[in-house]
Nanobody, 123 residues
Framework: QVQLVESGGGLVQAGGSLRLSCAASGRTFGGNAMGWFRQAPGKEREFVAAIRWIGSTDYADSVKGRFTISRDNAKNTVYLQMNSLKPEDTAVYYC?????????????????WGQGTQVTVSS
């Protein structure tokens, strides 16, 4: 059974940092692109960042320069380092494994999803 388990969420003040982790089990995703999405209350789930197995990345404009996605293929784990957090970053953050090797920013491009981890940024 494939599982993606996020961790590292929590409550932080504006300007602070958090590091999210996503551990995959049940299969390896070394060849798949991996992504992070987020969903705030009352809003649709939106793309945050994605990474290919070779390391190339893509980010939403709203997080460029503040968030960094990385992966450790040996550990089957993806990370999201979030710096200079803002109250508008408050959301449930989801890790996802893409269907293929290419980065995609659309939800339909991802086959496996974690349960999410809450990130709350206070002003």
């Amino acid at each position: 059974q494939v599982q993606l388990v996020e961790s590292g969420g929590g409550l932080v003040q504006a300007g602070g940092s958090l590091r999210l982790s996503c551990a995959a089990s049940g299969r390896t995703f070394g060849g798949n692109a991996m992504g992070w999405f987020r969903q705030a209350p009352g809003k649709e789930r939106e793309f945050v960042a994605a990474i290919r197995w070779i390391g190339s990345t893509d980010y939403a404009d709203s997080v460029k320069g503040r968030f960094t996605i990385s992966r450790d293929n040996a550990k089957n784990t993806v990370y999201l380092q979030m710096n200079s957090l803002k109250p508008e970053d408050t959301a449930v953050y989801y890790c996802a494994a893409a269907r293929g090797v290419r980065i995609t920013t659309t939800i339909l491009g991802y086959d496996y999803w974690g349960q999410g981890t809450q990130v709350t940024v206070s002003s």
